[in-house]
């Protein structure tokens, strides 16, 4: 299968796990590769919030000179739920965690 080029407008990190994927897993419905490209998004604003929280730092002083979270990682923190829930809807993550209880004894 011929994988589709990344859509316009993505970034680095956007477009190399739109090519890791689309190597991985079959995806060729219309409605899958939308949420993939949902998904390349999202890692995209991470990976610019995350550049601008370096070069700023995690905190910002606002007008009544008070210590307050920079905007950008409520961005980061936004996007990485979006991303988690769109990799789960393609069901990329299909290994489940081992079950951490031990059996129950009847």
Known sequence: MKI???????????RKFWTKVLT???????????????????LDEIAEGEKIIKSEGRFIVDRFKQRREHPAGRTIRDNKILFLRAVRELNLDISQAPEARPPRKY
């Open 4 to 14: 589709p080029k990344p859509p316009a407008g993505l970034q680095a990190s956007g």
């Open 24 to 42: 991985e897993y079959d995806l060729s419905e219309s409605h899958d590769l939308e949420r993939l490209r949902q998904a390349c998004s999202c």
